[in-house]
């Protein structure tokens, strides 16, 4: 099991950036994948952006591409999201995730084992 904590959320105007961490313990040796999801106030959790260490890619929503970017910094087990342009669109609760296997291209959408808290993000206009 990964335990998950996010941070970073907060309130931001439109077109403004924040970065979201994610700090990862416990068994983290199993994980090979970490995404970041959300979701808005009505509608279903959504993928954002996923980092898969075994293939070294980064993979991205249509609506994030290019505005977004996701890294990793190995030593501190944490995965970070730099969030640039934001939209008020942007709003919603992002949780990061972690899954064992490793992936690529859509295989990064889902089949992940364990989930943080969430960390509420809110983008005014």
């Known amino acids: 099991q990964v335990q998950l904590v996010e941070s970073g959320g907060g309130l931001v105007q439109a077109g403004g950036s924040l970065r979201l961490s994610c700090a990862a313990s416990?068994?983290?040796?199993?994980?090979?994948?970490m995404g970041w999801f959300r979701q808005a106030p009505g509608k279903e959790r959504e993928f954002v952006a996923a980092i898969s260490f075994g293939g070294s890619g980064t993979y991205y929503s249509d609506s994030v591409k290019g505005r977004f970017s996701i890294s990793r910094d190995n030593a501190k087990n944490t995965v970070y999201l730099q969030m640039n342009s934001q939209k008020p669109e942007d709003t919603a609760v992002y949780s990061c995730?972690?899954?064992?296997?490793?992936?690529?291209?859509?295989?990064?959408?889902?089949?992940?084992?364990?989930w943080g808290q969430g960390t509420q993000v809110t983008v005014s206009s």
């Open positions: 995730a972690a899954k064992a296997q490793s992936c690529s291209n859509y295989g990064c959408y889902g089949g992940y084992d364990d």
């Open positions: 416990g068994r983290t040796s199993s994980t090979n994948t």
